[in-house]
């Protein structure tokens, strides 16, 4: 389980900025909360937000995860 920093979304937009640059320079997603808690957000940096994205993709391509799997055997 990975254990994420949270912030108030009055709190985030008050500090914008500094939020951004904490998220990028630590390499940390950050919740947003709010008030209905359906609504919290996740804020993470565009580096990780393609890294992520690029797992899920090597994840779901069969064919290439098969010879993953081969060449760890």
Same mark, same amino acid.
Do not use: F, W
């Given at each position: 389980?990975?254990?994420?920093?949270?912030?108030n979304y009055t709190n985030f937009r008050q500090n914008l900025k500094s939020f951004m640059k904490t998220v990028? *320079?630590?390499s940390e997603p950050l919740i947003v909360t709010t008030k209905k808690? *359906?609504?919290?957000?996740?804020?993470?940096s565009?580096?990780?937000?393609?890294?992520?994205? *690029?797992?899920?993709?090597?994840?779901?391509?069969?064919?290439?995860?098969?010879?993953i799997r081969r060449g760890d055997a």
């Open positions: 389980m990975i254990l994420m920093d949270a912030v990028n *320079e630590d808690g *359906e609504d919290d957000i996740v804020v993470l565009k580096d990780d937000y393609d890294a992520m994205n *690029e797992t899920m993709r090597i994840l779901s391509n069969q064919p290439l995860m098969a010879k």
